[in-house]
């Protein structure tokens, strides 16, 4: 799920910082992320973002369908269909609230889509240059019903059924992050996981100062907020990793009906009191594009940039 070549910043934050800012940045997810607390003991900063870290770490090796280290997903992933298997509740209620968003996105977004992403390869090592063949993709894209529970016990029903929390693991992962910031005392912080972030509290005397990455023009923004509290806010874009090929961009977000990458939107941005949904969402409007807005639960917000460059929607500001 997260072996990227190409570091992601869809989102910029502000350059400045206070003498009580205390940072540290990590890899985790194949990504940069980069922690922010401010005020307080630098000890206890320190403590509580090695915990929150150590966390995230944790949550990419129980849902990454790469790397040879078991989990339940592979498991899951290599079981005999109709067959039924046990999942730890933390991925079955992460793959609830996916089935969730997939139910009201129209099926956009999929977590069952496994297969289909490992053949496109834009996640493997090196990446795919070149698209699969049409009767490739049709092999690997699964039926729009493959997964089925019943209590604790989840099967597939279908060998083309594989699961990948890919577009929503990252922000289940910050908001545990942010969690463990929060049990350690901390009450004003961010989250960068390469452009995908979750805030809590302000920055200093200030809101937390943001801008949205363009999708075409990494030094340029989209919009600004001043946002404080609690609040998420998840790109997914086709600037991150893709290819060009006879001319034409392919990337990593796949439409589920087709098997092909999407091409209704350069940018989804998505604005939540979590990042799990605004990740899973973010993922969902690209797909759909702005028939998708209609979908959106009300209390969210979602700027996208349509294939022409045109922007759609807006992120409300929380002063
Ligand atoms: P990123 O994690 O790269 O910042 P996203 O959150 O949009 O961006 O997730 C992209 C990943 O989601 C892909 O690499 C793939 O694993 C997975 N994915 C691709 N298409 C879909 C889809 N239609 N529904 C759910 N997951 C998808
Ligand atoms: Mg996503």
Not at 137 to 148: K, L, N, R, S
């Amino acid at each position: 799920m997260y072996r990227f070549l190409v570091i992601p910043l869809f989102l910029l934050l502000s350059a400045c910082s206070s003498p009580t800012d205390i940072h540290d940045t990590r890899f985790i997810m194949g990504t940069l992320v980069k922690f922010t607390v401010i005020g307080g003991d630098s000890d206890q900063a320190a403590t509580a973002i090695t915990a929150a870290a150590h966390e995230m770490q944790r949550i990419e090796d129980a849902f990454t369908i790469y790397g040879n280290h078991p989990n339940t997903v592979k498991t899951f992933n290599t079981s005999t269909p109709g067959r039924w298997v046990s999942l730890p509740d933390e991925v079955a209620s992460v793959l609830s609230i996916a089935l969730q968003v997939k139910q009201q996105s129209g099926g956009a977004f999929d977590p069952a889509l496994g297969k289909l992403n490992l053949l496109w390869g834009f996640s493997k090592e090196p990446p795919s240059s070149s698209p699969p063949t049409p009767d490739a993709i049709q092999a690997a894209t699964p039926p729009a019903h493959c997964i089925e529970h019943q209590g604790k016990l989840w099967r597939r029903t279908d060998a083309r059924c594989l699961l990948d929390f890919g577009g929503i693991a990252k922000g289940y992962a910050i908001d545990r992050g942010i969690a463990i910031l929060q049990q350690h005392g901390i009450h004003n912080a961010i989250i960068n996981a390469g452009g995908d972030i979750r805030l809590i509290g302000r920055h200093g005397e200030r809101p937390w100062h943001i801008g949205v990455r363009h999708p075409r023009h990494k030094n340029d923004v989209i919009a600004t907020l001043n946002l404080q509290g609690d609040v998420s806010i998840v790109t997914s874009g086709d600037y991150e990793r893709f290819y060009i090929y006879q001319g034409k961009r392919y990337h990593h977000l796949i439409d589920p009906k087709t098997g092909w990458p999407a091409d209704k939107t350069e940018s989804a941005t998505v604005m939540a009191t979590n990042a799990t949904l605004a990740d899973a969402w973010s993922t969902a409007l690209f797909i759909r594009g702005k028939q998708g807005l209609t979908d959106m639960p009300q209390d969210m917000h979602a700027l996208l940039m349509d294939r022409h460059g045109k922007k759609i929607g807006s992120l409300a500001t929380r002063q």
